[in-house]
């Protein structure tokens, strides 16, 4: 081989070695890039229905709190609240008191679509309270004499323009 295709090929393995170790620190920066944070999604979004529109359980979010001394039965509230549909809140514990019917409902549009619906699933005479909390959504307060939760209304139609805190699209 003479001096010309020496050069040529050291010149040859020279820039592949070079383009090697760029193709090299390129993957290596790319594998080990950090997986970009999850966006935070809200707990819901405000979702405006018109008179006449039909509001199910699953466009209502319900959070669940336990007033009595029975320990669990947030949770076993809201499992049940969840099987019939509801979008499924938090849940905690409260030193608040409820009504003989053991549960109420707060709510800060006591009179609206959402808080009706909740209250087919508790029966008649169960007292839905204007009172806003912590967590967003619709707020029941179990306690000492609660009956559990009951066959509601499949559905309700809002009587007036209104909004409902209901679960965001996924």
Do not use: H
């Amino acid at each position: 081989m003479d001096g010309k295709a020496r050069t040529r090929s050291a010149v040859t393995l020279t820039v592949l070695a070079v383009l090697f170790v760029i193709g090299v620190a390129w993957a290596w920066s790319t594998v080990t890039e950090p997986f970009p944070e999850p966006e935070e999604q809200p707990a819901c979004v405000e979702s405006s229905f018109a008179a006449g529109d039909r509001i199910t359980p699953g466009n209502v979010l319900v959070n669940v709190l336990n007033a009595s001394k029975t320990e669990g039965l947030a949770g076993e509230t809201m499992d049940a609240l969840v099987r019939k549909g509801f979008a499924e809140g938090t849940e905690g514990n409260t030193a608040a008191s409820t009504t003989d019917r053991g549960v109420v409902i707060w709510t800060t549009d006591p009179d609206g679509p959402a808080a009706a619906l909740l209250k087919s699933y508790f029966g008649p005479g169960t007292e839905i309270v204007e009172q806003a909390t912590a967590e967003p959504g619709i707020t029941v307060v179990v306690g000492e004499g609660f009956p559990g939760v009951k066959d509601g209304k499949k559905g309700v139609k809002a009587k007036d323009d209104s909004s409902v805190c209901s679960p965001p699209a996924v």
